[in-house]
Protein backbone atom coordinates (compact mmCIF):
# COMPACT_ATOMS: atom_id res chain seq x y z
CA UNK A 1 0.00 0.00 0.00
CA UNK A 2 1.01 3.52 -0.78
CA UNK A 3 1.42 5.86 2.76
CA UNK A 4 -1.20 8.26 2.01
CA UNK A 5 -2.02 11.21 3.85
CA UNK A 6 -5.73 12.16 3.64
CA UNK A 7 -7.24 15.39 4.73
CA UNK A 8 -10.32 16.97 4.78
CA UNK A 9 -10.86 20.84 3.53
CA UNK A 10 -14.52 21.68 4.82
CA UNK A 11 -15.28 18.43 5.00
CA UNK A 12 -15.20 15.63 8.02
CA UNK A 13 -13.64 12.70 7.32
CA UNK A 14 -15.21 9.22 8.90
CA UNK A 15 -13.64 5.90 9.01
CA UNK A 16 -15.78 5.01 6.06
CA UNK A 17 -14.18 7.14 3.99
CA UNK A 18 -11.15 7.21 4.87
CA UNK A 19 -10.93 3.41 4.18
CA UNK A 20 -12.31 3.51 0.83
CA UNK A 21 -9.55 6.35 -0.49
CA UNK A 22 -7.11 3.86 1.12
CA UNK A 23 -8.17 0.99 -0.77
CA UNK A 24 -8.97 2.84 -3.60
CA UNK A 25 -6.13 5.16 -4.04
CA UNK A 26 -3.32 3.33 -2.13
CA UNK A 27 -3.96 0.28 -3.75
CA UNK A 28 -2.57 1.63 -6.95
CA UNK A 29 0.93 0.48 -5.97
CA UNK A 30 0.13 -2.81 -7.80
CA UNK A 31 0.88 -0.89 -11.04
CA UNK A 32 4.00 0.70 -9.94
CA UNK A 33 7.23 -1.43 -10.05
CA UNK A 34 8.08 -3.42 -6.92
CA UNK A 35 11.49 -1.48 -6.12
CA UNK A 36 9.55 1.49 -6.55
CA UNK A 37 6.69 1.20 -3.98
CA UNK A 38 8.53 1.95 -1.15
CA UNK A 39 9.70 4.97 -1.93
CA UNK A 40 5.99 6.47 -3.59
CA UNK A 41 3.98 8.69 -1.12
CA UNK A 42 0.98 10.62 -1.66
CA UNK A 43 -1.51 13.15 -0.50
CA UNK A 44 -4.97 13.44 -0.62
CA UNK A 45 -7.48 16.05 0.14
CA UNK A 46 -11.05 15.91 0.13
CA UNK A 47 -13.51 18.90 -0.05
CA UNK A 48 -17.21 19.97 0.45
CA UNK A 49 -18.43 22.64 -2.32
CA UNK A 50 -21.75 23.93 -0.67
CA UNK A 51 -23.50 25.20 -3.99
CA UNK A 52 -26.77 26.69 -4.82
CA UNK A 53 -28.10 23.37 -6.74
CA UNK A 54 -26.69 21.28 -3.55
CA UNK A 55 -23.65 19.44 -2.32
CA UNK A 56 -20.28 18.73 -4.42
CA UNK A 57 -17.15 16.98 -3.09
CA UNK A 58 -13.70 17.94 -5.05
CA UNK A 59 -10.95 15.02 -4.14
CA UNK A 60 -7.15 16.04 -5.41
CA UNK A 61 -4.97 13.19 -5.28
CA UNK A 62 -0.98 13.56 -5.65
CA UNK A 63 1.30 10.87 -6.02
CA UNK A 64 5.24 11.68 -5.56
CA UNK A 65 6.57 8.28 -7.43
CA UNK A 66 10.79 7.90 -8.22
CA UNK A 67 12.56 10.16 -10.45
CA UNK A 68 10.68 12.98 -8.34
CA UNK A 69 7.65 12.67 -10.59
CA UNK A 70 4.34 13.84 -9.55
CA UNK A 71 1.37 12.13 -10.69
CA UNK A 72 -2.02 14.56 -9.62
CA UNK A 73 -5.30 14.15 -10.32
CA UNK A 74 -8.72 16.19 -9.44
CA UNK A 75 -11.99 15.89 -10.17
CA UNK A 76 -15.79 16.78 -9.07
CA UNK A 77 -18.79 14.89 -8.20
CA UNK A 78 -22.32 14.54 -6.44
CA UNK A 79 -20.70 11.59 -4.41
CA UNK A 80 -17.43 11.55 -2.84
CA UNK A 81 -16.88 8.10 -3.21
CA UNK A 82 -17.25 8.62 -7.18
CA UNK A 83 -15.16 11.70 -7.15
CA UNK A 84 -12.92 8.91 -5.22
CA UNK A 85 -13.36 6.65 -8.23
CA UNK A 86 -12.75 8.95 -11.27
CA UNK A 87 -9.52 10.18 -9.78
CA UNK A 88 -8.55 6.30 -9.41
CA UNK A 89 -8.98 5.98 -12.85
CA UNK A 90 -7.01 9.13 -13.83
CA UNK A 91 -4.25 8.75 -12.09
CA UNK A 92 -3.70 4.83 -13.27
CA UNK A 93 -3.75 5.85 -16.57
CA UNK A 94 -0.67 8.41 -15.61
CA UNK A 95 0.50 5.75 -13.92
CA UNK A 96 0.68 3.62 -16.80
CA UNK A 97 2.25 6.43 -18.85
CA UNK A 98 5.36 7.08 -16.19
CA UNK A 99 5.90 2.70 -16.02
CA UNK A 100 5.97 2.92 -19.88
CA UNK A 101 8.31 5.46 -20.00
CA UNK A 102 10.56 4.60 -17.30
CA UNK A 103 10.31 0.44 -17.93
CA UNK A 104 12.58 -0.69 -20.53
CA UNK A 105 12.08 -3.98 -21.26
CA UNK A 106 8.02 -3.29 -22.18
CA UNK A 107 7.40 -3.22 -25.87
CA UNK A 108 9.97 -5.52 -26.78
CA UNK A 109 8.37 -8.26 -28.02
CA UNK A 110 6.30 -7.11 -30.60
CA UNK A 111 6.91 -6.80 -34.14
CA UNK A 112 7.23 -3.03 -34.40
CA UNK A 113 9.86 -3.53 -31.32
CA UNK A 114 12.15 -5.96 -33.75
CA UNK A 115 12.06 -3.95 -36.55
CA UNK A 116 12.73 -0.69 -34.05
CA UNK A 117 15.25 -2.57 -32.70
CA UNK A 118 17.27 -3.78 -35.83
CA UNK A 119 17.73 -0.73 -37.24
CA UNK A 120 18.93 0.59 -34.10
CA UNK A 121 21.64 -1.93 -33.74
CA UNK A 122 22.25 -0.92 -37.28
CA UNK A 123 23.05 2.43 -36.74
CA UNK A 124 25.21 1.85 -34.19
CA UNK A 125 27.41 0.12 -36.02
CA UNK A 126 27.70 2.92 -38.96
CA UNK A 127 28.43 5.56 -35.52
CA UNK A 128 31.26 2.63 -34.49
CA UNK A 129 32.35 2.48 -38.06
CA UNK A 130 32.65 6.05 -38.97
CA UNK A 131 34.95 6.62 -35.38
CA UNK A 132 37.34 3.94 -36.69
Given amino acids: M ?3 EISGQQYELNERVEKYVNRKIGGLDKYISRHARKSVTGTVKLRQIDGDKGNKYEVEAMLVLPGKRQVIALDQAPNIFAAVDIVQTKLLGQIRKYKIEHND ?28
Fill in 105 to 132: HLGKRGMLSRIKNKTRSFFYKEEYKDED
Fill in 2 to 4: ISL
